[in-house]
């Protein structure tokens, strides 16, 4: 009868995703993941294969922890738009609190701009979290429309990659280590952004 592995393999992808996050795909040795992880050789390829298809999954749990997230806003607030605002205010301010996160840049958009033509399995899949996500926000501004909040002439699938590319700028401009108050200044001028499509109220 085999024996049950000696680690937490969730607990183990999630220290996966710390370190490289922190450090980067390229910098991230074997030897750093056996480490960090306290797994022997023969055992981490065991769980996870090679490096690249640990660092896979890692990028996989990271975009999922993103759209639990953003799930979670969609059902906390009260309407489409509130929760856009609110999972936008998540992602820029969070890195600044208490629990801050291995790097303030987000994790996809780091190893994009890391790895090279040459890696193609990254560079697929990268594009394709990315996607989602813009997907995930299009959603979010349909909703948008249909409820009200947004000018009916708003189109969802241009305003989604507006959306996501003030996303990607901020989170790493945060990188230089501004102030709560700077971030909370660009982050309105993305809110001021997304104001300019809302409705019209109606006058009676």
Not at 66 to 80: I, N, T, Y
Not at 156 to 177: K, N, S
């Amino acid at each position: 009868m085999p024996r049950a592995p000696q680690y937490d393999r969730q607990e183990a992808l999630d220290q996966a995703v710390r370190l490289f996050w922190s450090r980067g795909y390229h910098a991230t040795s074997l030897k750093h993941l056996e480490q960090s992880l306290d797994m022997r050789p023969g055992s981490l390829y065991a769980a996870f294969g090679n490096k690249e298809t640990l660092f896979l999954e890692a990028l996989d749990r990271y975009a999922a922890a993103m759209a639990s997230e953003l799930q979670g806003h969609l059902k906390r607030e009260p309407s489409a738009l509130e929760a856009l605002r609110a999972f936008l205010r998540e992602l820029v301010l969070g890195c600044l609190g208490g629990a801050e996160p291995p790097a303030r840049a987000c994790m996809i958009v780091k190893t994009l701009l890391e790895v090279s033509e040459d890696d193609e399995p990254l560079r697929t899949r990268v594009n394709a979290l990315l996607g989602s996500m813009e997907l995930a926000i299009e959603q979010l501004l349909k909703r948008s429309v249909a409820q009200g909040d947004l000018r009916s002439d708003v189109d969802p699938g241009r305003l989604a990659r507006v959306v996501q590319v003030q996303i990607m700028g901020l989170r790493t401009y945060a990188q230089r280590d501004l102030t709560p108050g700077v971030l909370e200044s660009l982050l309105a001028d993305v809110f001021s952004l997304l104001d300019n499509y809302r409705s019209l109220p109606t006058t009676a």
